[in-house]
């Protein structure tokens, strides 16, 4: 889908210097999909303590 937005270009140039992409649109991009991931595992965290479990964590970790 292609959207016109004004963005503030010191913020533009910062955030794909540190995200090393060469391209607006592909810093765009990650930052989208570091949002979301982002707002994913804050509703995951919203379960913490929620949900049973049951095994044997340290004959899990025998296993690798």
Known sequence: MRTNIV???????????????KTKKDTIEEALKLLIAQKEQGEI??????????????EMRRDQ
Do not use: C, F, P, Y
């Open 45 to 58: 965290r919203k379960l913490r303590g929620r949900l049973n479990w049951e095994g044997d964590l340290d």
């Open 7 to 21: 963005i503030d270009d010191d913020l533009m140039e910062k955030a794909r210097k540190v995200s090393g992409h």
